[in-house]
């Protein structure tokens, strides 16, 4: 490229010529510059190429609009200032409209096209439709249109009195509301809502607090799935203790002394009566143990981040649980 400068037919507004690049029928490109005074210094600077659509009338105007704001005081002095402050506008009005996008986004838009996309990946297909169908039948009618900004706790009651007048089961009304719960929460974690969380403000459907309660199949798989997204060890235990019946205490002194791949069991002591009992292991068992790395046979199956033994089952079970809405305070898998 030249470093040549030639002048224009407009005075402040010269160019320079590209060796090779050819633009317009032809003709080489070039490269327009302005010249002016300011604070008693000659400046330059480069307003671009004539193949980006620059040419010496527009390049005269810039110039012009310079000239006058040195001599009103006031305004972009220089074509640097200037392109600042047209950037700095351009990313104003690009975050207003982010801001205003996810002020209207609507909770069934952000259903279909961030939330239950991922929930098709990461879930069963089983859990997937699940929510899918309570989706359509129950929330998308109450708050489907309605951006996150806008849901109340009253429309999640008026949700859970559809369900309740149309017969549906309390637990069909539980699963409902941790739906619109977890999508709440998959909205704040990628910065889309800034609020409360409403779900978190409706009382749940009340059970019979006499009985232990259970995890029936869809729950256990609804249950591990949320786990695993949070911590890959705390589903694992969860699984092992789903398919055995162990205790946590039990998870957390099992060695691989203990664990039988050959016989598919796992031996354990029971710590009161002394006596060894045998349980057999289930093949997703089997192959979740597989996948981890075996020490020898006094090393502990399950670890805490120092390599020590688990002292407690982590709070993130319980938050994973009264995130789901199980029937909150009264499950106790582990």
């Not at 690049?21 to 210094?41: P, T």
């Not at 200032?81 to 950037?87: D, G, K, P, T, V």
């Not at 996309?117 to 997937?128: D, L, P, T, V, Y």
Request: hydrophobic share 35%; proline share 4%.
């Amino acid at each position: 490229m030249s470093s040549k400068k030639y002048p224009t037919q407009f005075p402040g507004v010269r160019y320079r010529i590209h060796k090779s690049r050819k633009h317009n029928a032809g003709k080489l490109d070039r490269y327009f510059f302005i010249r002016y005074r300011i604070n008693g210094k000659l400046k330059e600077e480069g307003i671009g190429w004539a193949s980006k659509g620059w040419n010496p009338t527009k390049a005269s105007l810039i110039l012009s609009d310079l000239k006058k704001n040195h001599l009103k005081g006031k305004g972009p002095q220089t074509l640097a200032e200037q392109r600042a402050l047209e950037n700095e506008k351009r990313e104003f009005e690009k975050a207003e409209q982010l801001r205003i996008e996810k002020e209207t986004l609507s909770f069934k838009d952000y259903f279909e096209d961030c939330y239950f996309s991922e929930s098709k990946i990461n879930k069963n297909w089983r859990s997937s439709a699940r929510e899918d169908s309570l989706f359509r039948l129950w929330i998308e009618p109450v708050i489907g249109p309605m951006p996150f900004k806008d849901i109340r706790p009253f429309n999640l009651e008026r949700i859970k009195k559809n369900m309740t007048d149309a017969g549906r089961a309390q637990r069909s009304i539980q699963y409902a509301l941790a739906v619109v719960r977890q999508v709440f929460n998959h909205a704040i974690k990628n910065g889309i809502y800034e609020g409360d969380n409403p779900a978190r403000k409706v009382s749940k459907p009340k059970f019979d607090n006499k009985r232990t309660r259970f995890l029936d199949k869809d729950e256990a798989g609804i249950l591990l799935e949320n786990l695993k997204l949070r911590s890959p060890q705390l589903h694992d235990i969860a699984l092992l203790s789903l398919h055995s019946g162990l205790r946590a205490g039990e998870i957390f002194d099992l060695t691989w002394g203990c664990v039988d791949f050959r016989h598919e069991s796992i031996s354990v002591m029971d710590p009161k009566g002394g006596k060894n009992r045998t349980l057999y292991m289930t093949q997703e068992v089997i192959g979740m143990l597989k996948l981890k790395d075996r020490g020898k046979p006094t090393d502990l199956v399950f670890t805490n981040r120092k390599g020590n033994r688990i002292s407690e089952v982590s709070n993130a079970f319980r938050r994973t649980v009264i995130d789901l809405g199980f029937n909150e305070g009264t499950l106790t898998l582990i």
